[in-house]
């Protein structure tokens, strides 16, 4: 049974930077999609970043393009999502997810079939 694990959350000033963790246990990159998620308090949760597990081809929202960066690390099972000039408006609690289809089908949560339990992010102005 799949797990994953998110970790790197935290409390920033506007402009900084975070690095999200997510270690998947019992998983497998080859054939799948992992992503990030984010929902802040009252709003629906949105896809943030995606990846394919073997292709490394990534997707991302406008939201953050320029600013974040996914990757993975296969040999370790581990998810990545580099944050850099942190908004205010980027605080949420942040999700890792995956799916067993490739990222070109999948966006939707309701698409993925394992979710951490979500790290929060902070940012303050």
């Known amino acids: 049974q799949v797990q994953l694990l998110e970790s790197g959350g935290g409390s920033v000033q506007a402009g900084g930077s975070l690095r999200l963790s997510c270690a998947a246990s019992?998983?497998?990159?080859?054939?799948?999609?992992m992503a990030w998620f984010r929902q802040a308090p009252g709003k629906e949760r949105e896809v943030v970043a995606r990846?394919?597990?073997?292709?490394?081809?990534?997707y991302d929202t406008e939201s953050v393009k320029g600013r974040f960066t996914i990757s993975r690390d296969n040999a370790k099972n581990a998810l990545y999502l580099q944050m850099n000039s942190l908004k205010p408006e980027d605080t949420a609690m942040y999700y890792c997810?995956?799916?067993?289809?490739?990222?070109?089908?999948?966006?939707?949560?309701?698409?993925?079939?394992?979710w951490g339990q979500g790290t929060q992010v902070t940012v303050s102005s």
């Open positions: 997810a995956a799916s067993r289809r490739l990222c070109r089908w999948v966006e939707n949560p309701g698409d993925f079939n394992y």
């Open positions: 019992g998983y497998t990159f080859g054939s799948s999609c």
């Open positions: 990846i394919d597990t073997f292709s490394s081809a990534t």
